[in-house]
């Protein structure tokens, strides 16, 4: 499976941002999708992930400002971000699980700043 991630950019307070992923290759049903994100000498932590059946979980920083989402006849997935703040500035990075294996994307920085 490969992803490809776009979106990501420089943003002030309180903007949006939106980022995409797509996945290709052999995809089967009942994988899951989701972002996660990083600092500089920080761990890797979830965001949010969207199961392919449309359940979704979201890390408490993002419940209620963030949404994601996800085509599954596309094998695409979107997260919507809002209201963001500095502490969002990370690299995102899209992953795919299906199978017991995990792929991911490349990263894509967001920069939340005035």
């Known amino acids: 499976v490969q992803l490809q991630a776009f979106g990501g950019g420089l943003v002030q307070p309180g903007g949006s941002l939106r980022l995409s992923c797509a996945a290709s290759?052999?995809?089967?049903?009942?994988?899951?999708m989701g972002w996660y994100r990083q600092t500089p000498g920080n761990q890797r932590e979830l965001v949010a992930y969207?199961?392919?059946?449309?359940?979704?979980n979201y890390a408490p920083s993002a419940q209620g400002r963030f949404t994601i989402s996800r085509d599954n006849a596309k094998n695409t997935m979107l997260l919507q971000m809002n209201n963001l703040t500095p502490e969002d500035t990370a690299d995102y990075y899209c992953?795919?699980?299906?199978?017991?294996?995990?792929?991911w994307g490349q990263g894509t920085q967001v920069t939340v700043s005035s």
């Open positions: 992953y795919f699980q299906q199978r017991g294996k995990v792929y």
């Open positions: 290759g052999s995809i089967f049903s009942g994988n899951v």
């Open positions: 969207v199961i392919s059946n449309g359940a979704t």
